[in-house]
């Protein structure tokens, strides 16, 4: 049994709707979907395509998938995430877009947001006591020798590269696209998200999602809501 926190909107959320038929599972309900229509790209290789993503399901990684510390317990790990979510203020990412890392679509920032990378380092850190190291097999499919200096101190350190100043915060809509692919998908994308893309997305809850054994799916195990942010009054001068 792995677990992970992961960013998710809310089972009933526009957006998570969208992005769960758009890959083909909802990790709320395990609920299975057909394999969207993609003008320019054949069925079989949209289904390809979103393969990898689908078994993760519709998420952001803030601490990836681990396996509990000896002598942690899932009842404890739910008690401390419950008091993490009520003393956690949600806030806002100020524009979401369709965007590449590398050869994956993503909805990602518009650019890096401070208050975002402080909120998934906070993650990272508070619930590190339940991390399991990573065995030697963990760390040899991450092919250290390949990684940059800061994301190989990251993975011994967090067990993951892609965290502390390496963290970008994305909710993966694809595996790797090839080029001569890309446009096609882009267009496909940007037209199916278009509701939620080129405005604000409020970071307003955090879930915690299971992998029963590796390489099984991930479901949602728990979401909960952040803690309303404070509004600003505005007064008169």
Known sequence: MRYALYFSPAADHPLTKTASRWLG??????????????????????????????RYAFHATLKAPF????????????????????ATSAFDIPNLVIGQLGRFFALVPDQVYPELQDFAAGVVEHFEPFRAPLSEADIARRKPETLSPAHRDNLMRWGYPHVMDEFRFHMTLSGQVPPEQAPAMQTA????????????????????????????PFTALRWLPLKPALAIRKTAP
């Open 25 to 54: 599972r909802d990790a709320f309900t395990n609920e299975t979907f057909p394999t969207p229509d993609v003008t320019g790209l054949p069925c079989d290789e949209v289904h390809a395509l979103t393969a990898d993503p689908r």
């Open 67 to 86: 396996e509990l510390a000896e002598g942690k317990s899932e009842a404890e790990l739910i008690e401390t995430f419950d008091g993490f979510a009520a």
């Open 189 to 216: 994308l940007e037209t199916r998200f278009a509701e939620f893309t080129n405005k604000p997305l409020s970071i307003d809850g955090l879930s915690i999602f299971v992998e029963p054994e590796r390489g099984a």
